[in-house]
């Protein structure tokens, strides 16, 4: 366990719904990465924050994805209009920015099925 | 195209062997690079991260790195069955914040 927190785990929904996904980081980690893993992939970046500033974003991250962290502490990523292509794990990653320290720790990842 | 390369595997290797795996990038201006184990179901988590060229040993494990060649490696020495796993190597640019995932390498530690 990393210390970083993703909820809700598992999520089933129907192609056109909305789905909203959370992350707690690590409590002194500013910043905060989403990425998306499908099966048999390495994890694609989607987005990063650092504190409540939202400063890169893929070009995966198309026009139904938004992502917010409105107190610099959780994030949160919302899927609106759903798609059977969305199915995959989306996983938060957190880091601190002193101490030289690069690494992003991951939280459990909350795994999407969309019918 | 592909900015981090690796072997998908599978890769068997003998209870107690060493197993080597391979990655390779394209960016020259990758400067920070780790492996990541993925048990099936699981999240990414960290095994090691190497900065400089030239060898880096934590335990069972070294990670190798050689910026002219650009190319990353991680041996893990006396594997066990519980080493059986995706392998994820990661690269970042110096100031770029994103990480660049291979594919990963499943590795099959055999009893």
């Known amino acids: 366990d990393t210390g970083v927190s993703q909820n809700p785990r598992h999520k089933i929904t129907k192609r056109g719904q909305n789905v909203t996904f959370r992350c707690d980081p690590i409590s002194e980690h500013n910043r905060l990465y989403w990425y998306r893993q499908t099966l048999g992939q390495g994890p694609e970046f989607l987005t990063y924050f650092q504190n409540e500033a939202q400063l890169e974003k893929s070009r995966l991250l198309s026009d139904r994805f938004s992502a917010e962290r409105p107190k610099g502490s959780f994030s949160t990523l919302e899927i609106q209009r759903t798609e059977q292509g969305d199915s995959a794990m989306y996983l938060c990653?957190?880091?601190?920015?002193?101490?030289?320290?690069?690494?992003?720790?991951f939280g459990p990842g909350t795994r999407l099925l969309v019918l | 195209q592909k900015e981090v390369e690796q072997n998908s595997g599978p890769l068997s290797v003998p209870e107690g062997a060493i197993a080597s795996l391979n990655c390779t990038y394209s960016d020259r201006g990758s400067q920070s690079f780790f492996w990541y184990r993925q048990y099936s179901g699981k999240s990414p988590e960290l095994i090691m991260s190497i900065y400089s060229n030239g060898d880096k040993e934590d335990g069972r494990f070294t990670a190798q790195l050689n910026k002219a060649s650009q190319y990353v490696s991680l041996l893990i020495r006396d594997s066990q069955p519980s080493d059986s796993a995706t392998y994820l190597c990661?690269?970042?640019?110096?100031?770029?914040?994103?990480?660049?995932f291979g594919t990963g390498t499943r590795l099959t530690i055999i009893p």
């Open positions: 990653a957190t880091r601190p920015t002193s101490g030289g320290e690069e690494t992003q720790y």
């Open positions: 990661a690269g970042s640019d110096f100031g770029n914040e994103k990480l660049t």
